[in-house]
């Protein structure tokens, strides 16, 4: 079956680095688009990604932008009562640790983090680059081929970005939401904690899947493509 899908980048580099991924999805015969970041903290501009997203039959976000996925996928519940696929990459509802959600980004850390890119963003995502690559034994071929990728990025966008990836907790939408998701974790992730992945099935929700991905990083929607295009397909078939 052919299916129209929407893919949504993570954080930091743009959509290209999503291209491989995108590529491949489009030679199976799907139809594919690709998505940057943007502000879901501003409802005009949430409203305007919603409305687009309604078109796709699969929404797939990787790291930040499997956030975004969740909360379009939602809002298109909410908006034209349609269930919409949501497949999350290395996606962690809850990006900074919050009371009722602890397996995540120390608070302290993200904070360090922040303060790091308000003066010195270049160094800063250059740092964050590696994290994303870190826990393949291909990290240094995986850090050269991602640079090819990366496309520089509007500051604003980035805080926005950031704002996003402290403030949001969708741990209610996962339990909740009606439609069929997926939810695929790195075993050597190093910005999302692996054990997230046992967190998220303990919410024991409906149509809800967990799949795991043995020795890759955070990065492997870019490095992993072929494994990746199958788990989707497996799910979307």
Request: one cysteine or more; proline letters at 3%; aromatic letters at 8%.
């Amino acid at each position: 079956m052919i299916y129209k899908i929407l893919l949504i980048t993570g954080w930091g580099g743009g959509a290209e680095l999503l291209r491989p991924l995108h590529e491949a999805l489009a030679q199976k015969g799907h139809i594919v688009e690709r998505l940057n970041i943007f502000n879901a903290l501003d409802n005009d501009i949430l409203q305007q990604h919603v409305e687009l997203a309604a078109k796709f039959d699969v929404i797939v976000g990787w790291s930040l932008g499997g956030e975004l996925a969740t909360l379009l996928v939602k809002q298109i519940e909410k908006q034209y009562a349609e269930q919409k696929i949501l497949i999350t990459l290395a996606s962690n509802p809850c990006f900074v640790a919050q009371l009722d959600w602890s397996t995540a980004m120390p608070v302290e850390t993200f904070i360090q983090f922040k303060q790091s890119f308000e003066q010195d963003a270049i160094s800063t995502l250059k740092r964050f680059g590696l994290l994303v690559c870190q826990g393949a034994s291909s990290t240094k071929k995986d850090f050269l081929a991602m640079q090819k990728l990366i496309r520089l990025q509007p500051i604003a966008l980035l805080k926005q970005g950031l704002a996003l990836l402290e403030q949001l907790n969708l741990v209610e939408i996962y339990k909740n939401y009606q439609g069929r998701q997926l939810h695929v974790f790195a075993e050597h992730d190093a910005l999302v904690p692996y054990h997230v992945e046992r967190k998220i099935k303990d919410l024991a929700a409906k149509n809800l899947s967990v799949v795991s991905i043995d020795r890759a990083s955070h990065g492997f929607p870019c490095f992993m493509v072929e494994q990746t295009v199958q788990i989707i397909e497996d799910f979307i078939q």
